[in-house]
């Protein structure tokens, strides 16, 4: 998708080239109307975290057009080229208490035409709120990942009427997804996990879209997730992506909302009469693609209903990859995907954990002393976590009987193992190994509960 022009209801601007308000002064005016904060020291900060360069509104630079066309065709007259180092973290002290509509208008203030709100069709549309009331021209963008509600096609449709705007759609590649579905499924993100898809479907079509611009706007709240999001400030050198000029430092990213409660947000909502999700009355709060949300119940937190077979601690799509502390970022399998970090499940003194020599050995026994039944399982996993009560009784009731019961983490680096060796099609798998053979036999059935599983151990013991 090429970027292009939104603005607010009030007026209709043609590529930014003027706006209707005689007390707004056109894009190419070098007029800054909110001063940054700017240090007063001569030292060059440009290359300390949390400072960067910007260069003023109507500064000629590079710009790819075949990714985003070029908004601004009336270029002021040639002057000299300014530039002015921005304390970023200083800045986001000075407005840590300041509203979102005094952070908006900042935000757009000091980056025109290259800065634009993203938008998710959640409660974001606040930003969209915020942004018309500053009365400024102002830009929106979202991604459709192709696997949306069909309620968030139809709320994308009622803003754009309610705002008279454009919204710019940003798509994955074709060949990406096609490649990404046949070879593991439209479902693959519930066996190993949703970051290959995001990746595919979000993170990389993000990427082509903040390469046009110099800063971007979010909805980041603190409260959206206690365990990656309770530090965010409301502007910040973007810690993960890059900006029109490439590099560390050439993007910024503004959080209008960082520091509203989310009841506040609906508060405001509700007194604008601002269009919403009809998903919302549903009972959902953080709205992403259809397969990977849900409905939460009374008393959850709302991130619950987002890649809810997963860690919650690290519930963070890619967008926003810069919350993750270090500790908290996934590790790569062998595969160049991410596995999720989480704490592991199916704990027994009655189960044996089994790596991946003990699992090799196993298949290579003829004659085994005892019957062994394992479970392949992933514990980011939905469905082993919901069969781990009835997993770890039946290893207690099998305790002295003469069948091993035991367990092997099969996602990560082990995967690839586990599908050419092991048989595993999705978690989890459960096999038996019979005593006076080799080949291990697959549990063929859904129900995992006590009763079922022993009555298949005792069918092949």
């Given at each position: 998708m090429a970027l292009s022009l939104s603005s607010s209801s009030s007026s209709h601007f043609h590529h930014f080239a003027a706006s209707s308000d005689p007390n707004v002064p056109p894009i190419g005016s070098l007029q800054l109307l909110h001063p940054p904060h700017v240090l007063s020291s001569g030292v060059n900060y440009s290359r300390i975290r949390g400072c960067s360069v910007v260069k003023p509104m109507n500064a000629q630079s590079k710009r790819n057009d075949s990714l985003v066309p070029f908004v601004a065709n009336t270029l002021a007259p040639e002057v000299a080229e300014r530039t002015e180092i921005v304390d970023y973290d200083g800045l986001a002290k000075d407005l840590e208490n300041a509203s979102p509509l005094e952070i908006m208008d900042q935000a757009l203030g000091k980056f025109g035409d290259d800065i634009a709100i993203a938008f998710s069709g959640a409660e974001d549309v606040a930003l969209i709120?915020?942004?018309?009331?500053?009365?400024?021209?102002?830009?929106?963008?979202?991604?459709?990942?192709?696997?949306?509600?069909?309620?968030?096609?139809?709320?994308?449709?009622?803003?754009?009427?309610?705002?008279?705007?454009?919204?710019?759609?940003?798509?994955?590649?074709?060949?990406?997804?096609?490649?990404?579905?046949?070879?593991?499924?439209?479902?693959?993100?519930?066996?190993?996990?949703?970051?290959?898809?995001?990746?595919?479907?979000?993170?990389?079509?993000?990427?082509?879209?903040?390469?046009?611009?110099?800063?971007?706007?979010?909805?980041?709240?603190?409260?959206?997730?206690?365990?990656?999001?309770?530090?965010?400030?409301?502007?910040q050198v973007d810690p993960v992506f890059e900006g029109l000029d490439g590099g560390?430092?050439?993007?910024?990213?503004?959080?209008?909302?960082?520091?509203?409660?989310?009841?506040?947000?609906?508060?405001?909502?509700?007194?604008?009469?601002?269009?919403?999700?009809?998903?919302?009355?549903?009972?959902?709060?953080?709205?992403?693609?259809?397969?990977?949300?849900?409905?939460?119940?009374?008393?959850?937190?709302?991130?619950?209903?987002?890649?809810?077979?997963?860690?919650?601690?690290?519930?963070?799509?890619?967008?926003?990859?810069?919350?993750?502390?270090?500790?908290?970022?996934?590790?790569?399998?062998?595969?160049?995907?991410?596995?999720?970090?989480?704490n592991d499940i199916f704990i027994s003194q009655n189960l044996v954990n089994l790596n991946r020599t003990g699992m090799e050995n196993l298949t290579r026994l003829d004659n085994r002393k005892e019957p062994?039944?394992?479970?392949?399982?992933?514990?980011?996993?939905?469905?082993?976590?919901?069969?781990?009560?009835?997993?770890?009784?039946?290893?207690?009731?099998?305790?002295?009987?003469?069948?091993?019961?035991?367990?092997?983490?099969?996602?990560?680096?082990?995967?690839?193992?586990?599908?050419?060796?092991?048989?595993?099609?999705?978690?989890?798998?459960?096999l038996l190994f019979p005593k006076h053979s080799s080949k291990a036999i697959k549990y063929p059935s859904e129900k995992r509960d006590v009763e079922s599983l022993t009555a298949f151990v005792n069918a092949l013991r």
């Open positions: 709120e915020y942004a018309r009331l500053t009365g400024r021209p102002f830009r929106v963008f979202s991604l459709d990942t192709g696997r949306l509600n069909s309620e968030t096609y139809q709320f994308f449709d009622a803003v754009e009427k309610q705002y008279g705007i454009h919204i710019e759609y940003m798509f994955p590649d074709a060949v990406e997804v096609q490649g990404l579905v046949r070879n593991k499924g439209l479902f693959s993100f519930y066996d190993d996990g949703h970051q290959e898809c995001c990746r595919v479907r979000k993170v990389r079509p993000l990427r082509r879209a903040l390469k046009g611009l110099r800063a971007w706007i979010t909805g980041q709240r603190k409260d959206q997730s206690p365990g990656t999001r309770s530090e965010v400030p409301v502007v560390i430092g050439s993007l910024i990213k503004w959080n209008p909302v960082a520091n509203v409660h989310g009841k506040d947000v609906w508060n405001f909502l509700r007194t604008m009469n601002v269009p919403v999700n009809s998903l919302h009355s549903q009972g959902y709060v953080s709205i992403g693609c259809e397969p990977c949300t849900r409905p939460v119940l009374p008393g959850q937190h709302e991130r619950e209903g987002r890649w809810w077979w997963e860690d919650s601690k690290a519930k963070e799509c890619g967008l926003h990859k810069g919350n993750l502390k270090q500790g908290d970022v996934p590790q790569l399998n062998g595969n160049g995907n991410e596995t999720p970090s989480v062994w039944l394992v479970v392949l399982y992933a514990p980011w996993c939905q469905f082993c976590q919901a069969m781990e009560g009835s997993y770890v009784e039946l290893a207690d009731k099998l305790a002295g009987s003469g069948v091993k019961v035991g367990k092997f983490r099969a996602d990560g680096e082990q995967k690839q193992f586990a599908k050419q060796e092991l048989e595993l099609g999705s978690f989890p798998t459960i």
